[in-house]
């Protein structure tokens, strides 16, 4: 069952989204060299709940915290810490969610410390670049795979451009996403056009790509959440809630 939102229902989830990006905005702007990535935790938690909404990911199969904060070859999913600080050179991976009136927003950046390498830069370029190319392959009629597609499109033409290739992480994708967080379709960041259900105007999904600069392969750590490349390679994921509306995608947790 994928759900359909009514018009109402999907300005309540945009509500939702802004104060996501309100909390990753404070968050990116408080990242520095020194700051704990608990500290970068409280941060967001505040700012939702000063919002008036809940933290989505606080309590979630457990998950300790309000965001997930993964640095260097950590992909998804890192428990932020008060002994994980921060230091120059360092890529993390800031992902976050916030539940206002029932509903759901979900998003996530990369973020750099100081100075990081051409190469690290390029990285997260390249992530964002095939996110942006999977949401503008958001439209009523389209399949499902048609964005899983344009995202891995866009990672070969970085790849060409940079001159190098990039680990596309397949264990992990987009969702659905609206009165839950993880909703059907799950959403795989490569393939084939032309599968899975169309998309259908009132639906909303997470976009979120997640590369590496090594291999595809994960391994999950043994605090049973943080998901780290198997070669120690670094990784960028950046992820946007998207609704489909016949007018086009509207992204749901774009900063205002």
């Given at each position: 069952m994928?759900e359909?939102?009514?018009?109402?229902?999907?300005a309540?989830?945009?509500?939702?989204g802004?104060?996501?990006?309100?909390a990753l905005?404070?968050?990116?702007?408080?990242?520095?060299?020194?700051?704990?990535?608990?500290?970068?935790?409280e941060?967001?938690e505040?700012?939702?709940?000063?919002?008036?909404?809940?933290?989505?990911?606080?309590?979630y199969?457990?998950?300790?915290?309000?965001?997930?904060?993964?640095?260097?070859?950590?992909?998804?999913h890192?428990?932020p810490?008060?002994t994980?600080?921060?230091a120059?050179?360092d890529l993390?991976s800031?992902d976050?969610?916030?539940?206002?009136?029932?509903w759901?927003?979900?998003?996530?950046?990369?973020?750099?410390?100081?100075s990081?390498?051409d190469?690290?830069?390029?990285?997260?370029?390249a992530?964002?670049?095939?996110?942006?190319?999977g949401?503008?392959?958001?439209?009523?009629?389209?399949r499902?795979?048609?964005?899983?597609?344009?995202i891995e499109?866009s990672?070969?033409?970085?790849?060409?451009?940079?001159?190098r290739?990039?680990?596309?992480?397949?264990e992990?994708?987009?969702?659905?996403?609206?009165s839950?967080?993880?909703m059907?379709?799950?959403?795989?960041?490569y393939?084939?056009?032309g599968?899975g259900?169309?998309?259908?105007?009132?639906?909303?999904?997470?976009?979120?790509?997640?590369?590496?600069?090594?291999?595809?392969e994960?391994?999950e750590l043994e605090?049973?959440?943080?998901v780290?490349?198997?070669?120690?390679?670094?990784?960028?994921?950046?992820?946007?809630?998207v609704?489909?509306?016949?007018?086009?995608?509207?992204v749901?947790?774009?900063?205002?």
């Amino acid at each position: 069952m994928i759900e359909i939102k009514t018009p109402a229902q999907l300005a309540a989830m945009r509500a939702a989204g802004l104060v996501v990006a309100r909390a990753l905005g404070n968050v990116a702007a408080a990242a520095r060299a020194g700051i704990s990535t608990a500290e970068l935790d409280e941060i967001a938690e505040q700012t939702i709940r000063d919002a008036g909404a809940v933290p989505s990911f606080k309590g979630y199969h457990g998950f300790p915290a309000s965001i997930c904060a993964s640095v260097n070859e950590q992909i998804v999913h890192g428990i932020p810490a008060r002994t994980q600080v921060l230091a120059d050179g360092d890529l993390i991976s800031v992902d976050c969610g916030a539940i206002l009136d029932d509903w759901h927003g979900d998003s996530a950046v990369t973020l750099y410390v100081g100075s990081v390498t051409d190469a690290e830069q390029a990285l997260s370029d390249a992530t964002r670049a095939a996110m942006e190319a999977g949401i503008k392959a958001v439209a009523p009629g389209a399949r499902l795979t048609d964005i899983s597609h344009a995202i891995e499109t866009s990672v070969h033409t970085s790849e060409r451009a940079h001159g190098r290739a990039y680990g596309i992480v397949r264990e992990y994708g987009g969702h659905g996403i609206g009165s839950s967080m993880h909703m059907d379709p799950f959403l795989p960041n490569y393939g084939k056009p032309g599968k899975g259900p169309r998309l259908r105007t009132g639906m909303a999904i997470a976009i979120e790509p997640m590369l590496t600069l090594g291999t595809e392969e994960t391994v999950e750590l043994e605090d049973g959440w943080t998901v780290v490349t198997a070669d120690g390679s670094r990784a960028a994921h950046w992820e946007h809630t998207v609704a489909v509306t016949d007018d086009g995608p509207w992204v749901l947790t774009a900063p205002e």
